[in-house]
């Protein structure tokens, strides 16, 4: 089992649509949580990061925590052509998994 | 330009070649990483520093690789006898450790392509 796994989609949502994104890890005493975008050919950038149980907030973005399932997710509402990425979950801020790759349609 | 840099973007080099890879973090971040990533890959972590202390290494990291963080400032990767496996993206991140955050900023890359 990997550490942290993500499915790879790909995801395609049309614009103006929720996506959601998923990860569950294995590591049952893990305490932080990130959620990554990453561009074709470009580095990581930091979107979002968890470290309690529920939900948190940042404009258009949504994390979800549920350590009791050991699964952590990612929302995006209103999303936009622009939000088309590879999304990559991060536990304890050094394992990452594959990504999910996103692709809003205009 | 205040975010973390990394020297140089590309290298070619030979199969067998040493190389040496820079990273110079946000200035005030006490913590530094090194990541490889293939294609269709998550970054794989390799190493983090905190200030000169290297504190974990990866057991992916073979005796090849060699890091240094001298004065807590800037960091180097090298590979020793480069082969065909180690052509990869390396990434560089820093983050400012403090209680309950440890939100990683990752430098541009090097990509690495041996021959």
């Known amino acids: 089992q990997k550490e942290v796994e993500q499915n790879s989609g790909p995801l395609s949502v049309p614009e103006g649509a929720i996506a959601s994104l998923n990860c569950t890890y294995s590591?049952?005493?893990?305490?932080?949580f990130f959620w990554y975008r990453q561009y074709s050919g470009k580095s990581p950038e930091l979107i979002m990061s968890?470290?309690?149980?529920g939900d948190k907030e940042d404009g258009r973005f949504t994390a979800q925590l549920n350590k009791a399932s050991q699964y952590v997710s990612l929302l995006i509402r209103d999303s936009q052509p622009s939000d088309s990425a590879t999304y990559l979950c991060?536990?304890?801020?050094?394992?990452f998994g594959a990504g999910t790759r996103l692709t809003v349609k205009p | 330009d205040t975010g973390v840099s990394q020297d140089p973007r590309h290298k070619i080099t030979k199969r067998g070649q040493n190389v040496t890879f820079r990273c110079d973090p946000i200035?005030?971040?006490?913590?530094l990483y090194w990541y490889r990533q293939t294609l269709g890959q998550g970054p794989e972590f390799l190493t983090y520093?905190?200030?000169?202390?290297?504190?974990?290494k990866s057991r992916l990291l073979s005796d090849r690789f060699s890091a240094e963080r001298p004065k807590g400032s800037f960091s180097t990767l090298e590979i020793q006898r480069t082969e065909q496996g180690d052509s990869a993206m390396y990434l560089c991140?820093?983050?400012?450790?403090?209680?309950?955050?440890?939100?990683?900023?990752f430098g541009p890359g090097t990509r690495l392509t041996v021959l």
């Open positions: 991140a820093s983050s400012l450790r403090t209680a309950g955050d440890n939100e990683q900023f």
């Open positions: 590591d049952r005493v893990s305490q932080s």
């Open positions: 968890i470290y309690s149980n």
């Open positions: 991060a536990v304890n801020y050094m394992r």
């Open positions: 200035s005030e971040h006490n913590r």
């Open positions: 520093f905190q200030n000169e202390a290297q504190l974990e």
